[in-house]
């Protein structure tokens, strides 16, 4: 689409460093390389696949991502070629890996789950490698046959986990209607992965609109409870990204991953305002939002990395033209306090609107 389009060499390498990072590694480097098409066999060529070898030796390298999905075999080659411990995977893997990490209900567990193992199911050539190491490279015939098995077992878990998601949604269906009254009020953070959100997250602990740090308690890693110093409380929590090249076999799994902020009191939309295609992250994501069951949940749209934009003046104006708008800049806390003033405002809003529900 659109996005795919503009969408460069060095911004995808970005993202996938910075998916890495959710994910909780620490990357060292990247590197990329043009060829006319792939080698069947390693996906890069000799020379690069070289390169990438000295560099996992000199740096103490545990795992290599490729930006683009790779074949069965040419996953097994590399790995081989990179030598024992070495772990080789895709961004599909990288993303997996990370929606797993993030899948909050019982019905995205299942979703993360089955796209898991039908990435899974093509791939499954471990067993192979392992007797064939084993028997000297002898029992070729015999590793085929295991990979049968442990294909057809996988076949048969992906048909069971789809029946028990089958379940789990007409059991959701007939509850989906019933808000129930929370305590403390959850704002659910949503946009594009790198908008900022965990920085914005993070930095509430130090703006002055809190009362005291230590009631900014840590529930889980993507949750915070804020307590503001007129007393007022909202639980903030951070949502999986939205990703500009997202793997088409993992849209269902990155939807059942955000289902959980139908449940939320109001939905926050942070955006990279300095991003240059800012106008079509907030589409993209305004169009996911519309599919989900969240449309009577109301929504303030933040715009972030104020101080990185070109023209940070004509920024806030535009801003304060609209409504449900707030400027910040995360990094250094700008327009902290009127964010929290907003989301103030924005949950008396809701909570009327619970009210006007009840019988
Ligand atoms: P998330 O993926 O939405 O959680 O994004 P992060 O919070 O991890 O931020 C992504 C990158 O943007 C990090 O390098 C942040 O330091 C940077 N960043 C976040 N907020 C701001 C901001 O207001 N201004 C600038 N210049 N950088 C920011």
């Known amino acids: 689409g659109d996005i795919q389009d503009s969408f460069g060499i060095q911004e995808s390498l970005s993202e996938l460093n910075q998916l890495a990072d959710t994910a909780g590694l620490k990357v060292v480097g990247s590197t990329y390389q043009k060829l006319s098409s792939p080698n069947p066999r390693t996906y890069i060529g000799s020379g690069k696949v070289s390169e990438i070898k000295s560099a996992i030796h000199a740096l103490g390298v545990e795992t290599v991502i490729f930006d683009d999905e790779l074949s069965a075999g040419q996953l097994r080659n590399l790995e081989k070629i990179f030598g024992g411990d070495v772990r080789v995977c895709d961004r599909t893997a990288l993303i997996l890996d990370i929606f797993n990490q993030r899948a909050a209900t019982h019905e995205a567990s299942l979703q993360v789950a089955l796209a898991q193992m039908e990435y899974q199911l093509p791939r499954l050539t471990k067993m192979w490698t392992h007797l064939e190491r084993q028997a000297g490279g002898k029992v070729k015939g015999m590793g085929e046959k295991q990979i049968e098995v442990d294909k057809r077992i996988l076949r048969n878990q992906i048909g069971a986990t789809r029946k028990e998601l089958e379940s789990v949604r007409q059991h959701r269906k007939q509850y989906r209607n019933r808000r129930f009254s929370v305590p403390v009020p959850v704002v659910s953070l949503v946009g594009y992965t790198n ?4 920085t914005l997250l993070n930095q509430l602990t130090g703006a002055d ?3 005291e740090d230590k009631l900014f308690a840590t529930l889980d890693p993507t949750t915070r409870r ?5 007393g007022k409380e909202f639980l903030l929590t951070d949502t999986v990204g939205f990703i500009q090249k997202l793997p088409t076999t993992l849209v269902a ?5 955000l289902e959980e902020i139908s ?3 109001l939905l926050v939309h942070v955006v990279d305002i300095s991003h240059p295609l800012a106008e079509k992250h907030i589409e993209a994501v305004d169009k996911v939002l519309s599919e989900l069951d969240v449309l ?3 929504r303030l749209m933040v715009w972030n990395k104020v101080d990185k934009a070109s023209d940070p003046q004509k920024i806030r104006l535009e ?3 609209r409504e449900d708008v707030v400027c910040i800049s995360a990094l250094n806390g700008d327009g902290l306090p009127e964010f929290c003033n907003a989301v103030q405002e924005k949950l008396k809003d809701s909570m ?3 009210e006007a529900l009840l019988p």
Do not use: D
């Not at 804020?226 to 007129?230: A, L």
């Open 296 to 298: 009577l949940i109301p």
């Open 253 to 257: 799994a990155f939807r059942a991953t």
């Open 226 to 230: 804020v307590q503001m110093k007129n």
């Open 209 to 211: 609109v809190l009362a």
């Open 195 to 198: 908008a900022g959100k965990s």
């Open 319 to 321: 801003a304060e033209k």
């Open 263 to 265: 449940e939320s009191s």
């Open 352 to 354: 009327v609107w619970v």
